[in-house]
């Protein structure tokens, strides 16, 4: 069953990337009395990902603070090292969190996982963006396609903050 405005996120264990090194984040640590913008994508480093999605992201981070979002945090299926290199090659580092997703627990718990064997890529993220308040759905924008990145971009994120 797939999450919808007004659900609360399901409770999970994220990996982060920690100045010690990889850290464990529950989703209430993550999303707990904060306004996040969420983005997920299907993959680091594909095209669409990389060249459209995270870099609207990092594009629009300073709009979506002055919209009042605490954090912008980003999640994929991928390892958290992966995703900490990506951040670095994106210009991401220190403003999106990363949130390693890498056995797609958080993306199957929220019905939005995607079986893409067919493609070698095993079971990954749909792509969305979400408005999170202290845990709880606002706002759900969900991708029918992986390529496209329109509906989850951060510019339509903003425009509904």
């Known amino acids: 069953m797939t999450i919808k405005v007004g659900d609360s996120l399901p409770e999970t264990t994220f ?27 299907p993959g680091a480093y594909t095209p669409t990902c990389h060249k ?8 629009n981070y300073d709009e979506l603070k002055k919209k009042g979002f605490d954090v912008v945090a980003c999640t994929s299926t991928n390892d958290i090292f992966v995703l900490s290199n990506w951040a670095k090659d994106s210009k991401a580092d220190g403003k999106i969190l990363m949130l390693a997703d890498g056995s797609a627990e958080f993306a199957r718990k929220v019905g939005l996982d995607i079986d893409l064997s067919a493609r070698g890529m095993g079971v990954r993220s749909k792509r969305y963006s979400m408005i999170v308040e202290n845990g709880v759905v606002k706002a759900l924008n969900v991708e029918e396609a992986p390529p496209n990145h329109d509906i989850s971009s951060a510019s339509n994120l903003c425009s509904m903050a």
């Open 15 to 41: 990996m982060t990337m920690s100045a010690e090194g990889p850290k464990p984040a529950k989703t209430a640590e993550v999303f707990g009395g904060k306004k996040v913008a969420l983005f997920a994508v």
């Open 52 to 59: 459209q999605h995270m870099a609207g992201f990092v594009q």
